[in-house]
């Protein structure tokens, strides 16, 4: 799999980025749940009925990580892949339900060269997860780590003229 | 199940929790990055060797996965069960590789009732996984609600005697 897709140089703060959509099945959210985040609003309906959530909910880590895919899936394609150095802001407004269907909006808001590395640089890129309420269920503000575009074969050559005459 | 725990109360700032360790399994970073991660540096060693990661890594997602299993296992038990309502900080500052051992420190660093809520608060609390070397390889702060300690059925008798004695 070779990867391809846009660099620092592509990307402007204003750019909006979308996905496909993604149901949460409430198997996965058991499942997910035993797994990784094992407390009985994540487990059993029942048990969950009592809790806070008032019912099977997924976990967050499980929303994350659904946001990922969806985010991989995305047009957004940053050369390199998506790679996060963290984040700003992360928040789960609203619980993620079973049969729940989540999509995605990735908006930049900053976009910058690395001060240290000269091949690389960050966006910012607030990714809100929706479900098929068009209701927030989670923000998160990210910085990803973004390839600058390599020198062209054309600047080489400009390069090589000049000191071809120069000489 | 029956969730039983600390309350608000039983949480002051500069208390630590540690927990158990788990290891990252090579082939459970390749399922988990499938599902839910699918690029390069997740999904296949020769791959991964040309990325920015220069080998296998698990995706950040399933480190936060695991970090949610170790503070479920963790001594910090709030009673009704670790619910986040986000994150200041979240930042990954070294790759999780296979064979690695996480686990986890969980810092609170703050502890206020809620405004609106009077049965509920928040703590803030930092948690920090570290691999086999103590290196760390995960920072996240998060907000927790916990449930205030309901009133005592002592508190409740006092209050019945004032309305005898007032009779």
Redesign the interface.
Known sequence: ?K?TGRYLEDFAVGQTFRSGRLQIDKERIKT?GA???????H??ED?ARD???GGLAA????T???T??LL?ESDLKPA?????????????PRPVRPGDELHIESDVLEVRPSRSRPDQGLIKVRTTTFNQHDEAVQIIIANL?VRRRPAQRGEETDATELVDRAS
Do not use: N, Y
């Open positions: 799999m990867l997910f797994e990784f985040d094992p407390q009985p609003f487990l059993d048990a809790t806070i959530f976990s967050g880590w499980h994350a990580a659904v990922m895919r991989v390199g892949g998506i790679v996060g150095a963290g984040a700003d802001e992360f928040r789960w780590v």
